[in-house]
Structure formats: C-alpha cells, structure tokens
C-alpha cells in the first residue's frame, strides 16, 4: 500500500513538472504582443521573438497596454510625482507644433517629437522653424523617417539606413546640438535585428490617441482623443499623438490640463526612460 501510494505520489509530482514545464514553452513561444499604427494604414504583430508580420489595410483599434519589459530600469521621479511621456510624430508642423509646445510650456512640460526629416530640409515641407522652436523650449527632438514611405521591417538595408541618416542630418542641420537619442519606426514595425544593430534607443508606446483617426471637425472628435489618452493613462506610459493635426492640438490642451490635475508631469522621453540604451526596444506601460 505504502509503495503503491509512493509511487501515486512520484507520479503525480512528474506528472505537475511536465504540466508546468509545456505551458512555459507554449507561453514563450506563442504569446505575441500587439502593436497599433500610428497611421491606421496597417497592422503589425511583433512576438516575443520580435519577428513581424504585418497585415495592411485593416485598422485595429488595439490601443493600449501593451508594453515590453525592455524599461525596468526606468527612475522613479525625484518630484515624487506620476511622469508620462507625451511624443508626437509626423512633424513638425509650422502652426500646429508651436502650438503645442506653447501648451507645454505654460505647465513647464516637455514632450517628444518624432521628426519627418523632408519635413525639416524643406524638400517636402519647411517646418524647420518649429523645430528649432520646439527644440528651443527644451523638448526632445528624435527620428522617425525621412520619407515615411517605408517600413523598416520589409525594406532594404540601404532604404533603412537613409531614412535614417537624413533625417538625422536635416535635424543636425537646424540644431547642431541636438542630442539624439532615439528612433521610432513608422507603424512602429522593424525587425529585431534591426533594433539591435541600432546606434538609437527604439522607441514605441503604449497610449493611442488614435488622433489620426478622429481628425475630423467636431468637438466630439476632440472629446475622443482625449478620453481615449485618459482612460488608458498611468504612471509611467509613452504617448502616442500626431501634431500635424488640428485636433491633436485642441485635444493637447485638455488632456495637458487633466494630467496636471491629476498630479501628473510630462517629460521627454529620454527623461521617462533614464538612460534609455541603443539597440533596446521601449515601450514602457
Ligand atoms: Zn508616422
């Protein structure tokens, strides 16, 4: 009896370590995190091996949460206060960018913005004096494309690299002293190697706006932006927002308004983050 009751319990025992041992594999391996598009133009699924797969023309509403644990070594604020990182892409803007950092300012707020390097040479648009404004006001200048025509996880090594390269000469070249850190990738879609072999920070997020997508005239707009950035919002999270739009703006002013209320402060990135490393993937939630 005392045998057979032994053996019942080895069993048992073995029998729970290869129950936790499968699902650990089946967790590792099959569990993907999701990434929304800024531009609503294509989908991107990125597993925890970081190989991606992109499906164009659906738009997922997707939009929060989720994060990687690339961060952990993200300060606490020496204000003692909740910190989040409000970043905007697709600029600059001539109107719409100043505006923003005029809103920021009057709380003593910086954000992050993720250039279009045409858009800064003036070859598609010339928005070099509002980068040199937000710059000015001690907001963090950063890289996102130069065309933004192509994604990094599909295109060629020498498309990549100049998208690259030429927006962080458009930028070098209106501010010579800028301090450029960090990269995002349009749709946030690139490859792990790609991330790895990258002398910038890659740098995701975990809030959006969705702004892209309520651009539309109409307070009701306005009104969605904001809810859908307040009711996702915590300590700690990266923002996503397009300052090309009107209505980014006016939903800039309100929701800068509620997270100071809230006891929060915005900061750059670069500030959220510590000391954020090349070649490392964030997207803090
Ligand atoms: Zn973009």
Redesign the pocket.
Same mark, same amino acid.
């Given at each position: 009896m005392n045998t057979l009751t032994k053996a019942f319990k080895t069993f048992i025992r073995i029998f729970t370590l290869l129950l936790a041992l499968s699902l650990l594999l089946v967790s590792c391996e099959e569990e993907k995190i999701h990434f929304p598009l800024? !531009?609503g133009d294509a989908n991107v699924t990125v597993d925890k091996n970081n190989k991606n797969d992109k499906n164009k023309g659906e738009n997922n509403n997707n939009n929060n949460n989720n994060s990687n644990n690339n961060a952990d070594d993200a300060p606490v604020s020496n204000t003692g206060k909740k910190r989040v990182a409000i970043t905007y !892409?697709?600029g600059p803007h001539v109107t719409r960018t100043k505006l923003i950092v005029d809103e920021l300012d009057k709380y003593g707020f910086n954000a992050t913005f993720?250039v279009?390097g045409n858009r800064v040479d003036g070859s598609a648009y010339d928005g070099s004096s509002a980068l040199k404004y937000a710059a000015g006001k001690g907001n963090e200048i950063a890289i #996102?494309?130069y065309t #933004?025509e192509n994604y990094y996880n599909e295109c060629s090594d020498k498309t990549y690299e100049k998208e690259l390269s030429l927006t962080y000469d458009a930028i070098k070249e209106e501010i010579p002293d800028a301090d450029i850190k960090l990269m995002?990738p349009?749709?946030g879609a690139i490859t792990q190697e790609r991330i790895e072999s990258c002398k910038y920070s890659v740098v995701l997020w975990n809030v959006d706006s969705l702004d892209w997508k309520y651009k539309g005239e109409g307070k009701e707009n306005v009104d969605t932006i904001v809810s859908n950035v307040m009711s996702s919002v915590k300590d700690g999270s990266i923002i996503l927002m #397009?300052d090309i739009h009107e209505n980014t703006y006016k939903a800039t002013v309100e929701i800068l308004k509620q997270l100071d209320a809230q006891g929060y402060e915005v900061v750059t990135v670069s500030e959220l983050l510590g000391n954020p490393r090349p070649g490392v993937r964030y997207s803090r939630g």
């Open positions: 800024e !531009d !892409d697709d993720f279009i #996102h494309a #933004h995002r349009v749709g #397009h």
